[in-house]
């Protein structure tokens, strides 16, 4: 958090819910500023410019105040702060110590899905599998995405292998070879 944050919170806020007013007297301002400083300076920035937002938006004045108290800000930072966390942490992640086994047999049956029959027909199945092997759970989002672009690395790869332009170039493209018979074979399809 920085001073400067808790100030651009306080100027947001006041052009819509004026701050309180104190006829002059500095040290009074001062000691409201200091307050306001320590109270919301445990917040990080983005999460000061997001709560001053949802004010802004959000709130009514049905109540008669004006700029709202310390503690229906620090609410609203605290909502903020935890959808942040929950963002921030895995919705679904994979329990530990589970064997290869269960895990290929589940991104088998991932396979099966809508999706897993889209990346077989697209070509990023072998990298969908993987996937899944390693979340224990399908792609999605961004995650999508980089399946299909590992997936045309690999062919990219292979090819230039099959052509000669790596060192030992037979000799990966028999390595990858397998790797896609074993993946396939994983997911019960032919090879």
């Known amino acids: 958090m920085t001073e400067r944050a808790v100030h651009q919170f306080i100027a947001t806020v006041s052009l819509h819910f004026p701050r309180p007013k104190f006829n002059g007297d500095e040290v009074m301002e001062g000691g409201w500023m ?3 400083n320590r109270i919301l300076g445990k917040y990080p920035d983005d999460v000061l410019a ?3 937002d949802r004010i ?4 009514s004045t049905k109540d008669g105040r004006f700029f709202p108290l310390p503690s229906e800000i620090t609410a ?3 909502e903020i702060m935890e959808s942040k966390r929950a963002l921030e942490t895995p919705l ?3 329990p530990e110590n589970v064997p290869y ?3 290929a047999s589940l ?5 099966k899905s809508p999706m897993g029959k889209l990346a077989t027909k697209e070509g990023w199945d072998l990298s969908m599998f993987h996937f899944c092997v390693d979340n224990m759970r399908a792609p999605n989002g961004e995650e999508i995405e980089e399946c299909k672009r590992k997936a045309a690395e690999f062919k990219a790869e292979y090819e230039r292998c099959l052509k ?3 060192g030992n170039g037979r000799l990966w493209a028999n390595i990858a070879e397998g790797m896609v018979r074993k993946a396939r074979e994983a997911m019960g399809r032919p090879a």
Request: with cysteine.
């Open 34 to 36: 200091a307050s306001m």
């Open 56 to 59: 802004v938006f959000d709130r």
């Open 76 to 78: 609203i930072c605290n």
């Open 50 to 52: 997001s709560a001053a």
């Open 164 to 166: 000669g332009e790596r």
């Open 92 to 94: 679904l992640k994979a």
């Open 101 to 103: 086994t269960a895990r």
């Open 107 to 111: 991104a088998a049956d991932l396979m």
